[in-house]
């Protein structure tokens, strides 16, 4: 780490690793300026077995900035240790979190909308560059103090050169938001992102995992369900017609009867969205409210991340 970070705060812990907000003051004397910054930095320690994935996350990332709804991924610092290798990576810093206590708290559909039109335009762009996020879930989607909605996470994500391949071994995601044709290994595309995005706008609803049946809920426990074409109920919701429809849109198990994300822009429900403004102060005074605040950025100009090693 260069030594003008300066760590301020932990934000989060966990098997993860770490994730810092890191404040960073840098004196170029030559040019007689001060560049201050504030960015996160996420740690994490891992085997040289995890490197691969590590590596992939990073490259896949790399590729998919360049868009407002997407997290802005910096330099990167890897370090040789016992374990085998410590990984440090500089992303955006948002300030209001993930979407997970907007899911569990009241909300209205046109903030509902608002999450949706903002991700739709960030999988438009990921898509377009041949990636599919593969990991679409309120806490893979983070909030800047604007009210900005980015999406974040790119550990599951991959070219469609390679999802598209059936029988791949492996896979990843949250039960739950993963789509049925990455769950029987049929070989995928951006359409698997959208069926995460109608869960995740379901969960909104819901107020929690749409999918979670009783106490235990796992990724055997959604196997099943999906084995057995389960989705949840959305008909006797109490939702506007033009919700619905969206909702049916994206339910669908063969992933081509869903829309594209473009195709997804025309959407009644999603064009009768609130202003980025409005869902800024609504979603900063329902975390004020209970208490869930993370340190607000000094300067509320859009922040830029370290992307060199100097």
Avoid at 172 to 190: K, V
Avoid at 218 to 244: G, H, K, M, V
Avoid at 287 to 301: A, I, L, M, S, Y
Wanted: charge should be negative.
């Amino acid at each position: 780490m260069p030594q003008y970070w300066r760590p301020s705060c932990t934000l989060g812990e966990g098997a993860f690793g770490n994730v810092h907000l890191v404040q960073a003051k840098k004196i170029i004397v030559d040019e007689k300026k001060i560049i201050q910054n504030e960015f996160v930095t996420k740690i994490v320690k891992m085997t040289p077995a995890a490197l691969d994935d590590i590596t992939r996350e990073i490259e896949v990332h790399q590729n998919a900035k360049g868009h407002p709804n997407v997290i802005t991924p910096g330099v990167v610092y890897i370090q040789k240790i016992d374990i085998g290798f410590r990984v440090q990576m500089a992303l955006e810093y948002a300030s209001l979190g993930d979407l997970s206590l907007f899911c569990a708290k009241d909300k209205t559909e046109n903030q509902i909308a608002y999450v949706c039109r903002e991700l739709i335009k960030a999988l438009i762009h990921i898509h377009e560059k041949g990636i599919v996020h593969g990991d679409i879930s309120y806490k893979n989607v983070l909030v800047a103090h604007s009210g900005t909605i980015k999406l974040s996470d790119f550990g599951m994500a991959d070219i469609m050169e390679n999802t598209c391949r059936p029988g791949r071994r492996t896979f990843g995601g949250t039960p739950g938001f993963i789509a049925p044709e990455i769950i029987n290994r049929q070989g995928y595309d951006g359409k698997a992102d959208l069926w995460s995005l109608g869960a995740m706008a379901l969960s909104f609803v819901k107020r929690g995992n749409a999918f979670r049946q009783g106490l235990i809920f796992d990724l055997q426990t959604y196997r099943r369900q999906i084995s057995e074409n389960y989705y949840p109920d959305i008909e006797n919701l109490n939702i506007t017609d033009d919700f619905r429809e969206f909702l049916d849109d994206l339910r669908q198990y063969d992933p081509t009867e869903r829309s594209t994300a473009q195709e997804l822009t025309l959407d009644l429900f999603v064009q009768d969205s609130c202003s980025r403004r409005h869902f800024g102060e609504y979603y900063t005074k329902l975390r004020h409210r209970f208490g869930v605040d993370n340190p607000f950025p000094t300067d509320v100009r859009e922040l830029e991340v370290p992307v060199t090693n100097d």
